[in-house]
């Protein structure tokens, strides 16, 4: 059980623009595991969608993007397939799921007949059999009488029955690796609580394995066995999940933690000052030391994440003193 | 605005655009000073000669000098599109403002105005308009200025519709700020982009409207030198003098060519999806 | 749906009578009156009170135009001043020469402007996108008519292939007809098609920018798809408003090329109405092009309904 | 070379046989000649009807008999009596008597139009159906002419009857071609009248009028050969169709004369020595090279053109004269010129005389301020003696009467001018009643110069009446009143 | 001792909407529907609630930025609904609103300089040494004073937001409704704002109507706190006694669907089945009967009541 679906190595995601270069992902090695659900959280910038549209390989076509090193799915490079072998995989073996449900379905079709596009793509179904797969699906992510609903247009679903039709979408064809950016965060609390259950079944059923990608440290302690810490284009701290909650080694996860709200406890947060970097000039040497409260020379030099543990890395010179 | 003209500059084929027409205005301004001859000087000995070192683009039927009409011709084109297009925007401006931010039934009457003015094909209009004004440079900005209120009375009203309700505007009312001042500083300033981009492509049809009411005959008086009107005057020797009608032709195509880009150059400038993208 | 359509119908009533008002006082607006017009050389005040008092002239505007209304609600536009034939037949006789020329303009326009606009768009900054914007801009900046004489000469004189103008019905002979339709086709079609492939480009480029388009490249839809199916129908619902705008103008864009290439539709009648002040043709063809108008956009406003289901449900 | 296409028309035998594709510039209002204004209307009629006299081919102004199979008029010349051929036929296969010429007249002025032109007509009697007897209350000198005319046309009464009274788009003549279909603004397609009363006549089968308005569209059909005749050429036309193989180009001077017509009423132009300085200070030739390419004949004295037999050959004006016209201005007390309007209709060729006439008197002194108008309103202002200065022209047909009487004559409604001459008054009027050629061409001499020198009109030229046409076509007679009548002789070498 | 500063009677706010342009029906949204509470001096009240429960609209009716279709709103004992025109406009200097989206309640096309200007214009404040104050409450903020002729896209979210705090704070107003101030931003910066409002409150005795769907950042900031269920308030209580104590089925479930960022604790989730039912024909009876664990016949018909059950603690349920 222990076979690793996915295997990020040193990957870097660079964009040309006029202002300069972006460094957006800058050198990120992580691995998800059959039936694993790794968390990738992170301020808003810090490059987790771009990773994750990296490994679908839905960047890296125009000619200011550049993606380097290399994205092992099930053993082979996805850097270096074709576009056409790339389009066979994705929605098939590997899917994703977008962060906005008002705007990830194509407001000009029915749902059920986007559902159905899968097989029909992936496994050349014809449209009848594909239509039934796709009321199945509405009917697994427990949207209630499907058979009609698949008949609506997007318009007519609420925010929840959408992100849901979304992820039916994307289990449709029962894929191995599943990349789920922010879902659940243009959701009520009602709903997302819906949806992080429907993902936690899917793993247990299905053995999917599952790249969550959120801000919500919440969602992260609830549903994710491991996570990843991202900030400015980098991983910072990586580690399991109770590991990471009970012994947070980097400053800036720890910053995180110390700045959530405690139930009941009105004391003064302490939030972490200043600002995220601007990824036009990034600061040389450790990305948070500006930040950072322990900062002192060393940080000028780029920390590695480095193991502490067996599972639990960290990119901060302090650690490495210690 | 810095980061617009920025933008603005960078595009090249825009920033080109604005070059030509700012060349157009200087041989506006000083047409007595560049032009060779007076745009109204009959030379008969030289009638529809051929480009040539004394006529760089040739003389027409009478023998009048084809680049010095051309260049006082600016003056005229310019001017029509100028005033045609500040009238239009003046008026189309106001219905709009008005109809969107009174909203109720003033709205449904500045709409269904400008949808009936909407409905006459401009030339129909312009034609119609031309024919109860009676021809004259005035009357020719009046019609097309008319003809053309109602494209921006629909784009203001639409852009202020979508801006009325956005949050600045709700801070500002909850300040208390009056509905004049809301219309003045924060309305308007916000919804100038895609009008000041409708302009100048209004301002180019404005130049083919009177271009074409010449060619009815309803345009401007007669010896003026238009390039509608020398359009006109030279179709019918396409064939044995070319250079009446083609460069009068050209300068038109120019005109209107140089207004689109830049136009289209100010949206794409103004618009914050191609801000990071590379050139 | 039905409740769309019908919002809409209601909202075109007033404009259509609105129309009827500008049409009717625009045209009594004009100086010159038809009776003048129409005794030309043998004038004199006492026939001209007769003629007047015959076409009801001499009644006061107000009283006249609700004459003239409550009689074209009957269907009836009464008769040209000048050849006294029923309006409403000169119109109808005139009215397939004109929509044959919209239409296949229309077509032409289309045929070209999406796929050139959508490829414009997805090829972004290629020599085809290049070539789309040069077309494009050329397109809106070259006056009609000046193309069209041009093309007479190019087309018609130099080469010999087409007609220089005239008219055949597609009822004698189809061919004879398409081939007499295209150069006047060209001419109306092409700012047409500048303006409908530029609106297409610049709304593909939108559409391919959105999130469901992203949502259906990650869901494995090969690219042809993506851009013919997923991005293409959305694109298109700007689009066929644009559209609809266009047709009407082609209606009155006919005015200028009905001329030149002598056809004998509802744009040179308009203009012959105008130069003759015969009101009552005038006011017709007025009230018809742009009630077509309306028409045509109530039309494309049920089309986009069935493009954009937002509306349809 | 137009001289040689016409020696070898008159050296072959016609062919019979063919169609013929024509075209004019416009189309016409209406088929009904009694009630037609406009040469394209009369073009389509005079084909399709027969008149009792009609136009010699090759003349302008001559007679012969069409209908009317001889003729005689009385010694007080009040009493014409015509007697008809006979075995006529309507193209329904009616029999043409002399109650249809009655009936034709009596039509003709119940119908307005023309009414003037009979109006002293006393009585029409028909003593038997081949004889017309006319009695005029007095003696009217162009009254042939009038019968001549194309569009005094008898008319078919059953006909007139059948389709209640109008005659708008229906075919009621005995003319040597039959209505086959009209589409407004298309085409109109006449076919060969099998029973037409001059035997062997008309050669052609078939004859297509498409109105063209577009000239450069026009001139194109004409050379790829889509049409046979292009009716109306004009003058910057001329040389590009002569080089042009294949194609005859056929010129005569026409009736079509333009002036700067000068409004006689009040202002400056109210004094003769200002009108006359005008006069002397336009360069005729130079308008005549600018504007019509030299395709003109310039008018130095009254407006009747050469080969006409009233024309008058007395030089008033034979050459721009610049002195003279100051002289004339400063003797009229105004040395230092004044500013005047010129109204002027969009005829592209009378828009561009008038920015030369602008250019030209700017040199006395005097500023003019050219307004186009829109035809209906430009003639509504004209009517209503409403302008100052006007470039426009005068269709003067066939009778010297025809081109002055009406508007010259004091009082008369296209008199625009507002001109009064007591003197030419009388000599009109005289000229109406003569019936004398020689005594008429004498009293028109006197009465053209004493316009001329009283210059209400400057007259500036007389237009050409050009054709051209593919050489294949012969016999086709370019007439000066724009007739088109000799299709009836016209046959095709193919 | 503790003072009232506002009190809202029986508030409500139906919006028509006029799709029935042909069939006369009209189309109702009951988005506040009967809404009564106070708000004591230098108190926070929170409100929570799901996406579309008539927040925000109460929110603006507050500020009087709408006008609210039956109810009453007293401010210091003045009636807000019966003003009008002058006096409304000057009583407006004593309420403001922070918006949720800190980049779109800025004008983009004026400077920060302008942005702060424009109140104290247009209530005639300061005339003469406005420069200074606007540096002063840039200063409060946190915001450096050299950037005031800079345009809001310059700055990063969280400036823009505490922009939009000092704006607020130009009129001094004693009442500020916060509209999911912090809703838009990263955790980081969430803190900072969190701590700047707690800070401003303290200085300035402000009064707070703190809207939020986020429940921990509520319950931190609030010192009462109003859950909303379809336009009317369900529960409304002290909030260490909500948060310990929640009595009303909604507000059960909503507390247990928020994911607690502590994997050491496990707790039991309580599932609401169904979806939000459409404020344009809400159920009959009480609102939440669709979705209830616990409804009976009685919930169906009868609409309850905001009663209060001890210790200040109102909740609107049957079963209570
Ligand atoms: N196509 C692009 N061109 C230039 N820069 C880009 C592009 N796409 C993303 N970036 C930049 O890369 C950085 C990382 O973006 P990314 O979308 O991965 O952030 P994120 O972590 O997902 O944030 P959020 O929580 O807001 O979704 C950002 O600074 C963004 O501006
Ligand atoms: N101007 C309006 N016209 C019509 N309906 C409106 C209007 N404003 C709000 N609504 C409706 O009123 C209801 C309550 O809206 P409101 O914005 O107050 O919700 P909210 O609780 O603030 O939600 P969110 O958490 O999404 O901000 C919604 O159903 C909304 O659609
Ligand atoms: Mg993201
Ligand atoms: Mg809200
Ligand atoms: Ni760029």
């Given at each position: 059980m222990n076979d690793v679906v996915l295997k990020v190595k040193d990957l870097k995601c660079h964009f040309h623009t006029r202002k300069g270069i972006v460094k957006a992902v800058d050198g990120v090695n992580f691995e998800v595991k059959k039936g694993e659900i790794l968390a990738i959280v992170g301020e808003s910038g810090s490059g987790k969608s771009v990773?994750?549209?990296?490994?679908?390989?839905?960047?890296?076509?125009?000619?200011?993007?550049?993606?380097?090193?290399?994205?092992?799915?099930?053993?082979?490079?996805?850097?270096?397939k074709s576009e056409e072998e790339m389009r066979r995989l994705r929605g098939n073996r590997i899917s994703m799921i977008f962060q906005d449900p008002m705007t990830s379905l194509n407001p000009a079709y029915r749902v059920g007949s986007q559902i159905a596009e899968v097989p029909q793509i992936h496994e050349k179904k014809d449209k009848k059999s594909s239509w039934s797969i796709a009321i199945d699906m509405l009917h697994r992510v427990g949207i209630p009488s499907s058979e009609e609903r698949a008949n609506d247009y997007p318009h007519q679903f609420s925010g929840g029955m959408r992100q849901r039709s979304v992820i039916a979408m994307a289990l449709a064809s029962n894929p191995d690796l599943l990349i789920a950016d922010e879902p659940t965060t243009a959701l009520d609390v009602t709903i997302q609580a819906q949806i992080l259950d429907l993902m936690n079944d899917l793993r247990n059923q299905m053995g999917t394995a599952i790249i969550m990608i959120t801000h919500d440290l919440g969602i992260v302690a609830e549903l994710c066995d491991s996570v990843a810490v991202m900030y400015a284009g980098r991983i910072v701290e990586q580690a399991p999940i109770k590991e990471l909650f009970a012994s947070p080694k980097h400053p800036y996860t720890r910053g995180l933690l110390a700045s959530l709200p405690?139930?009941?406890?009105?004391?003064?947060?302490?939030?972490?000052?200043?600002?995220?970097?601007?990824?036009?000039?990034?600061?040389?040497?450790?990305?948070?030391a500006p930040r950072c409260p322990h900062a002192h020379e060393k940080c000028s030099e780029q920390p590695m994440l480095n193991n502490i543990n067996e599972h639990h890395k960290v990119a901060c010179w302090l650690e490495e003193e210690m | 605005m810095k980061e617009f003209w920025y933008r603005f500059y960078k595009n090249k084929l825009a920033f080109s655009g604005l070059i030509i027409m700012v060349v157009y205005a200087i041989l506006a301004l000083l047409a007595p000073l560049i032009a060779p001859y007076g745009p109204l000087e009959m030379h008969p000995d030289q009638m529809l000669s051929a480009p040539n070192s004394e006529h760089i683009f040739g003389t027409d039927q009478f023998g009048r000098d084809i680049f010095s009409r051309i260049i006082y011709g600016t003056q005229i084109s310019l001017k029509v599109g100028t005033i045609s297009v500040g009238i239009s925007l003046i008026l189309g401006v106001t219905m709009g403002v008005v109809a969107a931010y009174y909203g109720k039934w003033v709205d449904s009457l500045v709409s269904r105005t400008t949808d009936v003015l909407f409905s006459f094909p401009d030339i129909l209009l312009a034609l119609a308009l031309m024919a109860v004004l009676g021809t004259s440079l005035t009357n020719v900005m009046i019609a097309i200025g008319i003809v053309y209120t109602p494209i921006f009375a629909r784009l203001t009203r639409g852009s202020v519709l979508s801006i009325k309700n956005s949050l600045y505007v709700e801070a500002a009312r909850s300040i208390g700020v009056s509905n004049l001042q809301i219309v003045l500083r924060h309305i308007l300033p916000n919804v100038m982009a895609p009008i000041i981009v409708q302009a100048t492509l209004s301002f180019a049809l404005a130049i083919l409207t009177?271009?074409?009411l010449s060619f009815l005959g309803l345009g401007v008086e007669p010896d003026t030198p238009s390039w509608g009107i020398m359009l006109n005057e030279g179709k019918d020797f396409m064939e044995t003098a070319w250079w009446i009608a083609v460069f009068p032709g050209l300068a038109i195509t120019l005109a209107v060519l140089s207004l689109n880009v830049m136009g289209d150059g100010m949206r794409d400038a103004l618009d914050p999806h191609l801000k990071d993208e590379v050139m | 749906m039905v409740k769309f359509i019908l919002k809409r119908i209601f909202i075109a009533i007033p404009v259509l009578f609105g129309i009827s008002i500008i049409a009717f006082f625009l045209v009594r607006l004009v100086p010159g009156d038809t009776v003048t017009a129409m005794l030309g050389a043998n004038y004199n005040e006492e026939q001209a009170e007769v003629l007047r008092s015959k076409y009801g002239l001499d009644k006061p505007l107000m009283v006249q135009y609700f004459i003239w209304i409550s009689n074209v609600l009957q269907g009836d536009f009464g008769e040209s001043t000048f050849t006294s034939q029923p309006v409403i037949s000169a119109i109808m006789e005139r009215l397939p020469v004109t929509i044959e020329l919209t239409i296949l303009s229309l077509l032409f326009a289309?045929?070209?402007?999406?796929?050139?606009?959508?490829?414009?768009?997805?090829?972004?900054?290629?020599?085809?996108?290049?070539?789309?914007?040069?077309?494009?801009?050329?397109?809106?900046?070259?006056?009609?008519?000046?193309?069209?004489?041009?093309?007479?000469?190019?087309?018609?004189?130099?080469?010999?292939?087409?007609?220089?103008?005239?008219?055949?019905?597609?009822?004698?002979?189809?061919?004879a007809n398409l081939q007499c339709m295209v150069m006047p086709v060209i001419a109306m079609g092409t700012s047409v098609g500048a303006v409908i492939m530029r609106m297409t480009r610049s709304t593909m480029l939108e559409v391919i920018g959105q999130e469901y388009i992203k949502m259906a490249r990650a869901k494995g839809v090969p690219n042809s798809l993506l851009v013919w199916k997923h991005a293409l129908k959305n694109a298109l619902i700007p689009v066929v408003t644009v559209i609809g705008i266009q047709a009407g103008y082609l209606m009155g864009g006919t005015v200028v090329i009905e001329q030149i290439f002598s056809l004998p539709g509802i744009g040179l009648l308009a203009l012959q109405a105008i130069t003759n002040r015969d009101y009552a043709l005038l006011q017709g063809t007025i009230l018809f092009i742009a009630s077509a108008f309306v028409i045509i956009n109530l039309f494309v406003d049920i089309i986009y309904a069935f493009l954009d289901p937002k509306i349809r449900y | 070379k137009n001289q040689k296409s016409t020696v070898e028309e008159t050296s072959i035998e016609p062919k019979a046989g063919g169609e013929l594709v024509i075209s004019d510039a416009t189309d016409a209002n209406t088929l009904d000649p009694h009630k037609a204004t406009t040469a394209a209307s009369m073009r389509y009629i005079e084909n399709m009807y027969s008149t009792l006299l009609r136009y010699k081919s090759g003349t302008y102004g001559e007679l012969e008999g069409d209908l009317a199979k001889e003729y005689s008029i009385s010694e007080d010349g009040k009493v014409y009596t015509f007697k008809l051929h006979e075995g006529v036929k309507f193209h329904n296969g009616d029999p043409l008597t002399s109650k249809d010429v009655k009936y034709s007249i009596e039509r003709i002025i119940a119908n307005e139009v023309r009414a003037p032109q009979f109006e002293f007509v006393e009585k029409i009697e028909t003593p038997d159906d081949h004889t017309v007897v006319i009695t005029l209350k007095q003696p009217v000198a162009p009254f042939l002419t009038f019968l001549a005319y194309p569009m005094n046309a008898i008319v078919n009464k059953n006909v007139v009857e059948q389709n209640n009274g109008s005659l708008d788009k229906a075919d009621a003549g005995s003319g040597p071609f039959q209505l086959v279909e009209w589409k407004k603004d298309q085409h109109l397609i006449l076919e060969k009248f099998p029973d037409y009363f001059v035997k062997g006549k008309p050669y052609l089968d078939k004859v297509i009028w498409k109105p063209i308005a577009d000239n450069t569209a026009r001139t194109t059909a004409l050379r790829n050969k889509e049409i046979d005749i292009m009716l109306q050429v004009e003058p910057q036309d001329i040389k590009k169709l002569e080089n042009n193989n294949g194609f005859v180009v056929k010129s005569v001077t026409g009736t079509f004369w333009e002036y700067l017509g000068l409004n006689t009423s009040k202002g400056p132009l109210a004094n003769k020595k200002v009108r006359q300085a005008i006069a002397w200070a336009i360069d005729r030739e130079s308008l005549n090279k600018l504007v019509k390419f030299g395709q003109a004949k310039v008018l130095t004295g009254g407006p009747i053109p050469e080969g006409h037999w009233a024309h008058d050959n007395s030089n008033i004006y034979p050459k721009r004269d610049l002195e003279k016209a100051k002289q004339l201005m400063k003797e009229a007390g105004y040395e230092k010129g004044f500013k005047v309007t010129l109204k002027v209709s969009p005829k592209q060729d009378q828009v561009n005389a008038a920015q030369i006439i602008k250019q030209q008197l700017k040199e006395i002194g005097i500023e003019v301020e050219v307004l186009t108008q829109e035809p209906s309103i430009f003639f509504d202002a004209l009517g209503k003696k409403d302008f100052e200065m006007t470039v426009v022209g005068w269709v003067g047909f066939v009778d010297p009467d025809e081109y002055l009487y009406n508007i010259f004559h004091t009082g008369e409604i296209w008199n625009q001018q507002n001109y009064s001459n007591p003197k030419v008054d009388e000599l009109l009027e005289k000229g109406r009643v003569t019936i004398d050629q020689e005594e008429r061409k004498k009293i028109y001499a006197d009465a053209q110069k004493l316009i001329a020198e009283d210059a209400p009109m400057v007259f500036l030229y007389v237009n050409k009446q050009t054709s051209a046409f593919v050489d294949s076509v012969k016999d086709f007679d370019v007439n000066p009143t724009v007739t088109t009548i000799s299709l009836r002789d016209t046959w095709l070498d193919r | 001792m503790t003072q009232e500063l506002i009190k809202v009677e029986n508030l409500k706010k139906y919006f028509e909407s006029s799709s029935g342009f042909i069939s006369k029906e009209k189309k109702v949204i009951k988005a506040v529907d009967g809404v009564s509470f106070q708000i004591n001096k230098g108190e926070t009240l929170g409100i929570v609630g799901e996406s579309g429960c008539g927040k925000s609209t109460m929110g603006r009716m507050l500020m009087r930025l709408i006008k609210p279709t039956e109810g009453k709103i007293f401010f210091e004992g003045i009636d807000l609904t019966a003003l009008k025109g002058k006096w409304l406009k000057e009583q407006r200097k004593n309420f403001q609103m922070v918006f949720q989206d800190p980049y779109a309640s800025l004008n983009p096309r004026m400077t920060v300089y302008q942005i702060m200007e424009e109140p104290m214009r247009t209530h005639g404040l300061y005339i003469g040494k406005r420069k200074e104050k606007i540096k002063e409450l840039l200063d409060i903020v946190g915001i450096p004073s050299s950037y005031m002729d800079r345009y809001p896209h310059e700055f990063s979210g969280g400036q823009r937001q505490r922009i939009g705090i000092a704006r607020a704070l130009a009129v001094e107003p004693k009442f500020i409704v916060a509209d999911e101030p912090v809703a838009a931003l990263d955790v980081s910066i969430q803190a900072q704002i969190l701590n700047l409002l707690v800070d401003l409150q303290k200085e300035y005795g402000l009064t707070y109507l703190f809207i939020a769907h986020d429940l921990s950042v509520v319950q931190y900031i609030s010192k009462r706190v109003g859950v909303m269920y379809l336009g009317q308030i369900v529960e409304l209580s002290d909030s260490d006694e909500l948060y310990g104590n929640p009595l009303h089925p909604y507000t059960k479930a909503l507390f247990s669907a928020i994911p607690v960022a502590d994997p050491f604790v496990k707790k039991e989730r309580i599932q609401l089945y169904g979806e939000l039912p459409s404020p344009l024909n809400p159920p009959k009876g009480c609102k939440f009967h669709t979705r209830c664990p616990l409804a009976s016949k009685e919930c169906q018909i009868k609409e309850p009541e905001l009663k209060d059950v001890g210790n200040g603690h109102y909740v609107a349920c049957h079963a209570i």
């Open positions: 990773t994750s549209q990296a490994i679908m390989r839905l960047i890296g076509q125009k000619n200011n993007e550049r993606i380097e090193g290399k994205i092992f799915f099930r053993g082979e490079n996805l850097l270096e405690k139930p009941g406890i009105r004391e003064r947060l302490t939030p972490i000052e200043g600002q995220p970097p601007n990824l036009h000039d990034v600061p040389k040497g450790c990305m948070f | 009177e271009a074409a | 289309i045929i070209i402007a999406i796929p050139l606009g959508s490829i414009a768009a997805i090829r972004r900054n290629t020599l085809i996108d290049y070539f789309a914007s040069f077309f494009g801009l050329i397109g809106i900046s070259i006056p009609r008519f000046w193309l069209a004489t041009i093309m007479i000469l190019l087309l018609s004189l130099k080469m010999g292939r087409l007609p220089s103008g005239g008219f055949v019905s597609f009822f004698e002979d189809p061919i | - | -």
